[in-house]
């Protein structure tokens, strides 16, 4: 993983289902998977979604 910007984790959690963690360089979470996966390929569409939204666009909401 050395020399990369952002990496994805895919991992087993305590009870035994799959889940993602994207991690900035520095090693710190940015983001995580909001559920849990049963299968693997699942969490790892899971990623894929999240590596297709570079370039979703944003919103910005009034505060309320």
Partial sequence: ???????FVLY???AGYWR?????SNHEAIAVSS???VRKTDAQHGINLTKA???AP???REAA
């Fill in 58 to 60: 944003v919103y910005e």
């Fill in 35 to 37: 559920e849990s996966y």
């Fill in 12 to 14: 087993k959690d305590n």
């Fill in 53 to 55: 939204a570079y370039n």
């Fill in 1 to 7: 993983m050395k020399g990369q910007t952002m990496y």
């Fill in 20 to 24: 993602w963690t994207l991690k900035a």
